[in-house]
């Protein structure tokens, strides 16, 4: 009987115990007997705090006297907490501070566009000068036309489709027009039709075009771009692909930005 109590007494001394220590935190000599003491109390202490949920606080009134590298630092701490700790408030605050830079980013592009307008002596150094710019494009332009006639005889298209593509049946219209202006041979293949060219070529979205070159008696293919695309830019991206077979260089065309 006293046995059983005993046993009694220490099995619940063990489950309160176990709820703080392990089994190997308790005293086994006879001098301290069985209980859990000391250790488990240095245990119990040297546990850390729960952690709390940082928070993103911007110094709203202080942002406008602060230096750009403290923005800088600002703006990662921002972005990794409210990444690490997605509330909406957090997410909140870092946008609210994008918006920000955002608009110091267009108060400087609306002085520089200033400045290049009225100082003569900066105005042949701002490349980004809506007037550069408008003349770069013209004669890019002329180029990239340029380009396309002296290749319409040695190079086509191939563009792979399908029926029930809506992007597809707005694109098409774009390579005819393609077609008619540059001189270009054109080939459109369904990829249901014809699916070992679709697979062997790497198709998975469409529209897919692709460029092939004559070359001798051998003819090179070369991805011009998935998707569909504005006739100017079907345009810039085939010159671009001449330059990737090493037909044209790139920098005699498009030049150096």
């Not at 000391?38 to 942002?63: A, S, Y």
């Not at 110091?104 to 307008?117: A, N, W």
């Not at 332009?141 to 190079?155: C, G």
């Amino acid at each position: 009987m006293i046995l059983s109590i005993l046993l009694l007494f220490f099995g619940i001394c063990f489950v309160f115990a176990k709820d703080n220590c392990r089994v190997k935190d308790f005293y086994s000599d006879r001098e301290r007997g069985f209980y859990y003491g000391r250790l488990c109390l240095e245990k119990k202490k040297n546990e850390k705090p729960e952690q709390t949920l940082k928070k993103v606080v911007i110094p709203w009134e202080r942002l406008e006297s602060m230096n750009w590298r403290e923005i800088r630092k600002l703006v990662e701490e921002a972005r990794g907490i409210a990444v690490m700790n997605p509330t909406y408030e957090n997410v909140r605050e870092y946008k609210k501070l994008m918006l920000w830079i955002l608009k110091k980013g267009l108060e400087f592009q609306k002085m520089d566009r200033i400045v290049t307008l009225t100082s003569g002596d900066v105005f042949s150094l701002s490349l980004a000068s809506p007037y550069y710019s408008r003349i770069h494009s013209i004669n890019e332009e002329k180029k990239v036309e340029s380009t396309l006639r002296k290749f319409k005889d040695k190079a086509g298209l191939v563009v792979f489709y399908d029926n029930f593509c809506s992007y597809c049946s707005l694109y098409i219209p774009i390579v005819k027009l393609f077609s008619e202006e540059t001189g270009w041979n054109v080939i459109f293949l369904n990829i249901r039709e014809f699916p070992k060219s679709a697979k062997r070529l790497g198709v998975k979205i469409v529209p897919d075009t692709f460029l092939v070159l004559k070359r001798g008696n051998k003819k090179v293919w070369q991805r011009v771009g998935t998707g569909a695309f504005t006739l100017d830019d079907l345009k810039r991206n085939v010159v671009i692909a001449l330059t990737l077979l090493g037909e044209v260089k790139y920098e005699e065309v498009f030049g150096v930005r």
